[in-house]
């Protein structure tokens, strides 16, 4: 047994060695892949550009993207590497994620890979699921205008709310958004394939729809922020025709489910271009349609805090993203509604309402107006509440006060919208500087600094006055005892 044992520890298969790395592992797969013969493709009205022309190579698209194209290949169907994972690879940039393209229906692919899932009801798409990577794979589509039927229905202001026909390639390009994204890249030679326009438009830097700007973006309205996200992604410029429809159309975006723009705005804030987003969002009237609060609040600001207010919060999370830090959508959505939630409150207590129960209404108020165009999920909202709410008790330094909030699960992010205020001018700076002291200081140093003596007397509590009440005259009882 001994002797066994001593075998396979020495025993070394050269096969099943571990690849040092990723690029190694790609090599190495893309060696094994056997060729693929040639076919001529006729593509109507397309230009393709063979791979000396361009700078996209196998080597630096991923293994499990490879091996969905190759095994569909195989197979006998037609497959594309198509969109993000294009263009990004245009510009020099690592994708996110690969997506393919092919003339296989969903229920084939089902049956093709056995870590295959369907999903969608819109459109219906394939996930091909490696640990935590997916590819995701969809079906050429074609439009359902010249042939309208039950697998496409729309809105009658144009919105497309199922679209599952299924076309060719020459038929998939005219459904995809921009010409940017419109370019696939075909493994069989290496060359792209391009309908639109869109390596000209990648080399101008420009962000243009594919056909009519107002049609595409009343099929589907969330086409406007995808345009705003990209232009400040990439640093391109939105066409002039682009940017008449925004203007026009921008207006449609309320009609969009609000779980979907809830996705669609932490793309937008939460990926490290939250301050040129915003602007832009403001410029084109998109920032209205999503956050109809702030919008007002923005609009009768004074000394510009409440406009500097999220312009420092959207900063905060660009260098957190930037540092490879999380950045938590409640903290973004704390710091954007804080504002008209505190206007809200003010109205009420100008009405003769409690503070304690204006600023409870208030928050509730404003919390279920936004949930109506951005949903938010109910631990979002929670923390929001929990970080409004201990800003009061930021106040509180003296005693056992201090210890009790520092141990909140949520302290940190409700100290770091303390000095977001205080950033802005809202509160004291001095304030936020008492609170980095006390975290950053032993127990001993804490007790002492709570001490009443050791607290300006703005961090003092005021004694409470007490009332006595006025002793009864004596009385006087007469013979009788009466």
């Known amino acids: 047994m001994n002797a066994i044992l001593t075998f396979l520890k020495n025993f070394e298969d050269p096969d099943l060695k571990p690849i040092r790395s990723a690029k190694i592992a790609r090599q190495k797969f893309i060696e094994k892949t056997p060729e693929i013969p040639l076919i001529t493709i006729e593509y109507k009205g397309a230009t393709v550009i063979p791979r000396p022309e361009h700078n996209v190579s196998r080597q630096q698209v ?26 990004d690879l245009l510009l020099g940039r690592e994708p996110k994620d690969f997506d393919v393209v092919t003339n296989a229906l969903p229920e084939q692919l089902a049956r093709l ?99 009519d700007a107002g049609e595409r973006f009343r ?36 009609s969009i489910p609000a779980a979907r723009l809830h996705d669609e705005v932490v793309k937008l804030f939460l990926t490290g271009y939250g301050v040129q987003t915003f602007e832009m969002l403001r410029h084109y009237g998109l920032f209205e349609v999503l956050f109809p609060a702030v919008e007002k609040s923005l609009s009768v600001e004074e000394g510009d805090f409440p406009r500097m207010m999220v312009i420092n919060a959207l900063q905060d999370c660009d ?47 404003i919390l279920t107006q936004q949930v109506g165009h951005i949903a938010l999920p109910r631990h979002v909202t929670l923390a929001i509440r929990e970080i409004w709410n201990q800003q009061a008790k930021f106040d509180f330094r003296v005693g056992a006060k201090p210890s009790k909030l520092l141990a909140h ?29 006390y975290q950053s200081v032993n127990e001993t140093e804490r007790r002492k600094m709570t001490q009443p003596q050791q607290q300006p007397k703005s961090a003092q509590p005021k004694k409470k006055r007490v009332y006595r009440k006025k002793a009864k005259p004596a009385t006087v009882l007469n013979s009788e005892g009466v």
């Open 113 to 211: 890979f056995s870590n295959c899932r369907i999903i969608g009801k819109r459109f219906r798409l394939a996930h091909i699921i490696y640990g935590r990577d997916i590819i995701e794979v969809a079906t050429f589509r074609k439009s359902g205008s010249e042939n309208p039927s039950a697998a496409q229905r729309s809105t009658k202001e144009g919105r497309i709310l199922q679209d599952n026909l299924y076309g060719t390639i020459d038929d998939d390009v005219w459904r995809r958004d921009f010409t940017i994204n419109a370019l696939y890249y075909n493994i069989r030679d290496f060359s792209i394939v391009d309908y639109v326009g869109g390596m000209a438009d990648h080399k101008a830097g420009l962000i243009r729809l594919i056909g």
């Open 219 to 254: 099929e589907d309205p969330v086409r406007m922020i995808r345009a705003v996200r990209f232009a400040v992604k990439l640093g391109f410029k939105l066409h002039h025709d682009c940017e008449q429809a925004i203007h026009l159309n921008a207006h449609l975006l309320a």
């Open 409 to 437: 699960p949520r302290f940190r992010a409700a100290y770091d919208f303390l000095v977001l205020r205080a950033q802005v001018g809202a509160i004291p700076m001095e304030l936020a500087e008492w609170w980095a002291t």
């Open 62 to 87: 991923s293994e499990n993207a490879l091996k969905v194209v190759y095994k569909l290949k195989k197979e006998g169907f037609d497959a594309y590497l198509v969109g993000g994972c294009v263009r």
């Open 319 to 365: 260098n957190r993203v930037a540092e490879n830090k999380l950045s938590p959508p409640y903290f973004l959505f704390a710091a954007l509604l804080y504002e008209p939630m505190l206007q809200r409150a003010k109205d009420k207590i100008g009405k003769g309402i409690l503070e304690s129960d204006a600023y409870f209404l208030a928050a509730s108020e």
